[in-house]
Structure formats: structure tokens, C-alpha cells
């Protein structure tokens, strides 16, 4: 099946520091990529969709300025959080979605801001 | 915004077990995906289905989208099964960004 993968799988940063996130599909073209976020004991929920070429369309509530989604190639999309803090400290989960309607999900990304 | 509830939220059971989760959403969809969270935190996708039943292995999805109920059944559950469980209906042909339940902690025990 289509493999998605996320680097880092977990990162620990100090507040006010910029942490970036990448997110490739290793065996398809991904025309879409969605970043989720989860805070512990809850659900999913989705952040931003990103389409390659294309800005980023934001959910309401999540702020662009500093969760910056840059989607350059068909295969990679990235997401970088600006000057974060510790309510920041989430795990992030990306998922790709090429020609299919089938999302493929990456195995995440833990983010502890100290 | 779409409600989505899932049932139960904890399931125990014996290995061998024939699990069934239900999900409920308020919003009409057009296709409904069913996910596995592991324990470390990792996602897969088990199932996308836009209307009747699918099936892969032990596992089999139903959908009504008429009553807005999805349910995923389990057959001769394994303590590999043991996973949360998360349905996340799709209002745009499957392709958009996913609502999500709050997921069914299923544990099978040996």
C-alpha cells in the first residue's frame, strides 16, 4: 500500500524556538495533504489542507502566521511551528491523498515544547 | 459541523470475541473512513466506504448513509486487534479533511 512518512517522529524544543515537520509520500503523488493535530486523551482535528502549488486553506481557530504549511513538490508538504510554546506540544499527524480518494496517514510526529 | 458519536468508547473482550462500534454523525457525508490509532500513535487507514459493506480479512465496514450509521465489526478478535478505533465521516467525495470521533479503545484480552 502507499506509505507516508513524517520526520521527525518526535522532537523537543524550548519555547520560542521554530520546529519544522516533514511529511512525504514515499510511493504516489500526493495532490492533497492534510495536517491534524492531536492533544492527548482527545480527538483528531484537522488543522490545514494543502494542495501542491497552492496556499494552504486554514481551519478556523488555527493560526497561519505560525503554523506554516509549505507544499513544494508532489511529494512533500511541510509544516513548521513558529516560536512555539508549551501549549504547542501536541502529536501531529499528516496525511496524503493522491489520485484516490484514499487517505494515507504518516505515523506522526510528537512535539514537546519545555 | 459534523457530530460524530462512537460506541462504546471502551470495549473489553475475550480473544475469539465478535466485536462490533457503531458511529453516528449529524452532517450527511458522502463517504466515511475508518481508522486504527496504535498505542504509539500511528494511524492506518482500514476502510473508506461511501454506501452497503466492505470487507478485508476479519474486519467488515457497514454504512447506512440514509440513518447516518456506520458500524465496523471484528470477527474472532486477536489481542492484535487491540487498538482505538476511529470513525471520521467525509463530506467531499472522501477527498477533503476528515471529522473524527473520539475514537473505541478496544482491548482483547488472551
Known amino acids: 500500500g502507499a506509505v507516508v512518512s513524517q520526520h521527525p517522529s518526535w522532537v523537543i524544543c524550548k519555547s520560542g524556538t521554530s520546529v519544522k515537520i516533514e511529511c512525504r509520500s514515499l510511493?504516489?503523488?500526493?495532490?492533497?495533504m492534510f495536517w491534524y493535530r492531536q492533544f492527548p486523551k482527545q480527538s483528531l482535528m484537522l488543522m490545514a489542507t494543502?494542495?501542491?502549488?497552492?496556499?494552504?486553506?486554514?481551519e478556523q481557530g488555527v493560526e497561519k502566521d505560525k503554523f506554516l504549511i509549505n507544499h513544494a513538490s508532489l511529494t512533500l508538504s511541510t509544516l513548521t511551528v513558529t516560536s512555539a510554546h508549551p501549549e504547542d506540544s501536541s502529536f501531529y499527524i499528516c496525511?496524503?491523498?493522491?489520485?484516490?480518494?484514499?487517505?494515507?496517514f504518516g505515523p506522526g510526529t510528537r512535539l514537546t515544547v519545555l | 459541523k459534523n457530530e460524530v458519536e462512537q460506541s462504546p468508547q471502551n470495549l473489553t473482550a475475550q480473544e475469539g470475541e465478535f466485536i462490533t462500534i457503531n458511529c453516528s454523525y449529524s452532517?450527511?457525508?458522502?463517504?466515511l473512513h475508518w481508522l486504527q490509532q496504535h498505542p504509539g500513535g500511528g494511524i492506518v487507514s482500514l476502510f473508506m466506504l461511501s454506501s452497503g459493506k466492505k470487507k478485508h480479512g476479519r474486519l467488515i465496514a457497514t454504512i447506512n448513509i440514509q440513518e447516518k450509521h456506520s458500524s465496523l465489526h471484528i470477527t474472532a478478535s486477536h489481542p492484535r486487534d487491540s487498538a482505538v478505533y476511529i470513525c471520521?465521516?467525509?463530506?467531499?467525495?472522501?477527498?477533503?479533511?476528515?471529522?473524527f470521533g473520539k475514537g473505541t479503545h478496544l482491548i482483547i484480552q488472551p
Open positions: 494543502s494542495n501542491e502549488g497552492s496556499k494552504a486553506t486554514y
Open positions: 452532517v450527511g457525508i458522502s463517504a
Open positions: 471520521a465521516p467525509s463530506s467531499g467525495g472522501g477527498a477533503d479533511g476528515l471529522t
Open positions: 510511493d504516489f503523488q500526493a495532490t492533497t
Open positions: 496525511s496524503a491523498r493522491g489520485y484516490s480518494d484514499t487517505q494515507y
